[in-house]
C-alpha cells in the first residue's frame, strides 16, 4: 500500500500535466479578496488628502481625520494584497483577480457618485439596528443586522460597506 502511495505521489510531482494537477477552480476567498482590494484601493485613494502646508486648523483636523480613516483600510488592503500575491503565484487565476479588483474600483466610484443616498441609507438601517456606535463618524463598524438591511435596499453599497468596514475573513 505505501509503496503505491509513493508511487502515486511520484507520479503526481514528476508528470505535472497529470489530471491531479490541474489547477484549482478560483475560491469565493479569492473572489472576495479580489472585489475588496479593489474597493479598498479606489477607498484609500478618494479619501487621501494632497500633502503639502496646513493652513488652517480645519485643513489640519481634516487630513488627521482622513489620515485615521485611512489608516485601518490600507492595512487590510496589503493584507488583501499579500493572499491574493500568494494566489497568484499558485494559481491561473491573474486575469479574474484583475477583473474582479476593477470592479470594485468602479462599484466604489459609482456609489461615490451618489454619496448622498447611499449615506442616508446607511444611516437609516444603523438607526433601526439600534448602532450605538454611530456617535462617531470616523467610526466605520457597523452591526450584521445594519448590513443586511444595506444589502435588501442596495447589495452593491453592502458588499462595498462589507469590504471597507467587516474583517478581511482571511485563511492566514
Same mark, same amino acid.
Given at each position: 500500500?505505501?509503496?503505491?502511495?509513493?508511487?502515486?505521489?511520484?507520479?503526481?510531482?514528476?508528470?505535472? +500535466?497529470? #489530471?491531479?494537477?490541474?489547477? *484549482?477552480? $478560483?475560491?469565493?476567498?479569492?473572489?472576495?479578496? @479580489?472585489?475588496?482590494?479593489? =474597493?479598498?484601493?479606489?477607498?484609500?485613494?478618494?479619501?487621501?488628502?494632497?500633502?503639502?502646508?496646513?493652513?488652517?486648523?480645519?485643513?489640519?483636523?481634516a487630513a488627521d481625520?482622513?489620515?485615521?480613516?485611512?489608516?485601518?483600510?490600507?492595512?487590510?488592503?496589503?493584507?488583501?494584497?499579500?493572499?491574493?500575491?500568494?494566489?497568484?503565484?499558485?494559481?491561473?487565476?491573474?486575469?479574474?483577480?484583475? +477583473?474582479? #479588483?476593477?470592479?470594485?474600483? *468602479?462599484? $466604489?466610484?459609482?456609489?461615490?457618485?451618489?454619496? @448622498?443616498?447611499?449615506?442616508? =441609507?446607511?444611516?437609516?438601517?444603523?438607526?433601526?439596528?439600534?448602532?450605538?456606535?454611530?456617535?462617531?463618524?470616523?467610526?466605520?463598524?457597523?452591526?450584521?443586522?445594519?448590513?443586511?438591511?444595506?444589502?435588501?435596499?442596495?447589495?452593491?453599497?453592502?458588499?462595498?460597506?462589507?469590504?471597507?468596514?467587516?474583517?478581511?475573513?482571511?485563511?492566514?
Open positions: 500500500m505505501r509503496l503505491h502511495l509513493a508511487f502515486a505521489l511520484m507520479w503526481i510531482i514528476a508528470n505535472p +500535466a497529470s #489530471g491531479w494537477a490541474q489547477s *484549482a477552480p $478560483v475560491s469565493d476567498t479569492v473572489l472576495r479578496a @479580489a472585489y475588496c482590494l479593489g =474597493v479598498l484601493s479606489e477607498a484609500i485613494s478618494s479619501v487621501k488628502h494632497v500633502p503639502g502646508d496646513v493652513a488652517s486648523s480645519e485643513t489640519a483636523k481625520f482622513f489620515d485615521e480613516v485611512s489608516k485601518p483600510l490600507e492595512q487590510k488592503r496589503q493584507r488583501y494584497y499579500q493572499y491574493l500575491a500568494v494566489q497568484v503565484i499558485f494559481g491561473e487565476m491573474q486575469t479574474s483577480i484583475f +477583473a474582479i #479588483g476593477e470592479r470594485g474600483k *468602479a462599484d $466604489v466610484r459609482q456609489k461615490t457618485q451618489g454619496s @448622498a443616498a447611499a449615506s442616508s =441609507v446607511v444611516t437609516r438601517c444603523r438607526t433601526s439596528c439600534g448602532d450605538a456606535a454611530y456617535a462617531s463618524l470616523s467610526d466605520r463598524s457597523l452591526s450584521e443586522c445594519a448590513l443586511q438591511c444595506v444589502a435588501k435596499q442596495d447589495q452593491v453599497h453592502a458588499n462595498i460597506l462589507k469590504c471597507t468596514t467587516q474583517p478581511d475573513q482571511l485563511p492566514f
